[in-house]
């Protein structure tokens, strides 16, 4: 190991309160990748008839009818949030915190946490879930489970395309549902966010001067507002916090709090392996 990655074990040993922020490179880390092979095996039809060569950028691909959409999402949400086990990164990160006064806050949508087992009143995910369906509108601020259909709509499509009779709609005002994902400025924010933001708030305000490590996993320059800028700022008004960056390729901090802080350039699964 790395005197960098044995300080930052230490340290991980030691600490009594965790936060976790985490963004898409654990989700990479844990092989859930959007692109190379995962995407040839489950849309290489997808990959021919419309030119993209990733799941990300299928999904924001414009089709031209609600049955090619949904297509797409029900396929790619099966892949991504259903039928996954356990992802070993996650359990090994459970098993690092789960005695600990731990929070984890992403804009990761894949559920991976909660099928690892953390617990779900410590998760905070910002961005949505694969899992929930909203109103296109929206008209309200409800969210609804989708695997029930989501499955009938994988069973069923053919030609890349679902079953009109199987289109998910608003039961308020009959519009076409949606993904409940972050992409806009219809986003619901459904009982259930709310109460993990309140949640993770009150974890802030208990801990927000005391021996907290604020652990960095995987987050990039997207939505650095959501995780990577408030941990430096937190870190910066609390002498006694530690702040652990871990990102394969863009790990870095601020002048401001480098005595307080420990940037990791790993792969995240190597990393958890290690300590």
């Known amino acids: 190991m790395t005197s960098k990655i044995v300080e930052a074990a230490k340290i991980l040993r030691d600490a009594e309160i965790i936060l976790i922020g985490a963004g898409a490179g654990l989700s990479t880390a844990a092989g859930y990748t959007y692109s190379g092979e995962r995407f040839e095996k489950n849309f290489a039809d997808f990959a021919e008839k419309y030119g993209f060569n990733d799941m990300y950028s299928g999904g924001f691909y414009h089709y031209e009818t609600p049955e090619e959409f949904w297509a797409f999402w029900s396929r790619n949400i099966l892949v991504n949030r259903y039928d996954q086990p356990p992802s070993e990164v996650h359990l090994k ?5 789960r005695d600990k006064d731990y929070f984890v806050i992403t804009t990761n949508v894949d559920h991976l946490f909660q099928n690892a087992g953390f617990d779900k009143s ?16 929206p008209c309200h601020n409800r969210t609804y489970d989708n695997e ?12 890349m395309r679902v079953p009109a009779e199987l289109i998910p709609h ?18 619901v924010e459904d009982a259930g966010w709310k ?18 490590v604020y652990l960095e996993l ?9 995780i990577k800028y408030p941990f430096w700022n937190f870190t910066a008004e609390n ?11 863009e790990a870095f901090v601020p002048n401001q709090i480098a005595a ?9 699964k190597d990393f958890l392996a290690q300590i």
Do not use: W
Request: charged share 20%; proline share 3%; hydrophobic share 40%.
């Open 218 to 226: 995987g987050v990039g320059g997207n939505t650095p507002g959501i």
């Open 170 to 187: 608003c039961p308020k005002c009959g519009e076409v549902m949606t993904t409940n994902l972050r992409i806009d400025d219809k986003f």
């Open 93 to 97: 990160l459970l098993n690092l915190v």
């Open 195 to 212: 109460l993990a933001s309140a949640h993770y708030h009150k974890f802030l305000h208990k801990n927000f001067f005391s021996d907290i």
């Open 239 to 249: 002498p006694k916090a530690r702040y652990i960056c871990v990102n394969f390729g």
């Open 148 to 159: 029930e259909i989501i499955r009938k709509m994988v069973a069923a499509q053919k030609n």
């Open 122 to 137: 410590r998760l905070f995910y910002t961005q949505g879930d694969y899992g929930l369906l909203q109103c296109s509108k």
């Open 260 to 268: 307080q802080s420990i940037a990791i350039n790993a792969d995240i």
